[in-house]
């Protein structure tokens, strides 16, 4: 039990295709995030939500549309993705949005675009 | 902002060997500096953190020591196991991002 829980594991997805992945936190935190991370890359911040509010979006792309219906859960919607969205997708929580605050990450969703 | 640069990897050592990742930070102030480990299939995991000037952070027998003259937070280990072969992220916050991260350094251990 990592504490935060991601779902699916793994995904493969044609570019006219919706789906979505879905987060879960279990440590009743505040805050959570989406990261992306590919190959060769830095880990990219993709939406931060505190309290159940989207408070960072850091110009992601509208094919990627994020959702927090409470502060359990936090949803990724994907749709018309392209072959360089392939990537794992980490999400994390933090108990608030302060810097001394350590994220806990899921183990992630690993996604493949065809 | 804040970021940070760690030395590229792959490092591959022999089991027991002596174990050092460099960190260097750029920042405003004195953000808390953390070190978090990546194993084959999972998320990140914290390993350990220092919040200010000259702590050190400790845990599974990894240490690192927040410098502030030499702007470094370098991860060392003194003799490393077969099992700690993973990918090792250096990270600080910056401005309201949570964490950024240096880009890893895959560490390789073999017996």
């Known amino acids: 039990e990592t504490g935060v829980t991601q779902t699916p594991r793994h995904l493969v997805m044609g570019m006219t295709n919706k789906k979505s992945l879905k987060c879960e936190q279990h440590?009743?935190?505040?805050?959570m995030y989406w990261y992306k991370q590919s190959a060769k890359k830095p880990l990219e911040l993709m939406f931060v939500?505190?309290?159940?509010?989207?408070?960072e979006n850091n110009s992601v792309p509208s094919r990627f549309s994020p959702e927090c219906p409470n502060s359990s859960h936090l949803f990724l919607h994907l749709h018309t993705l392209q072959p360089e969205d392939s990537a794992l997708y980490l999400c994390?929580?933090?108990?608030?949005?302060?810097?001394?605050?350590?994220?806990?990450f899921g183990n992630g969703t690993r996604l493949t675009v065809t | 902002g804040n970021s940070v640069t760690q030395m590229e990897g792959p490092v591959t050592l022999s089991e027991e060997a002596f174990l050092t990742i460099n960190c260097t930070y750029t920042?405003?102030?004195?953000?808390?500096l953390f070190w978090y480990v990546q194993y084959p299939g999972e998320g990140l995991q914290l390993l350990l953190k220092?919040?200010?000037?000259?702590d050190k952070g400790s845990n599974k027998g990894f240490e690192a020591t927040y410098r502030k003259e030499t702007t470094s937070f370098h991860l060392e280990k003194g003799s490393v196991q077969v099992s700690d072969s993973a990918v090792y992220f250096c990270?600080?916050?910056?401005?309201?991002?949570?964490?950024?991260f240096g880009k890893g350094t895959r560490l390789s251990v073999i017996a």
């Open positions: 994390a929580s933090s108990r608030t949005r302060g810097n001394n605050s350590p994220l806990h």
């Open positions: 440590l009743g935190h505040n805050a």
């Open positions: 939500y505190s309290l159940e509010e989207r408070v």
């Open positions: 920042a405003t102030g004195y953000p808390s």
């Open positions: 220092a919040t200010k000037a000259d």
């Open positions: 990270a600080l916050p910056s401005g309201n991002t949570p964490l950024v």
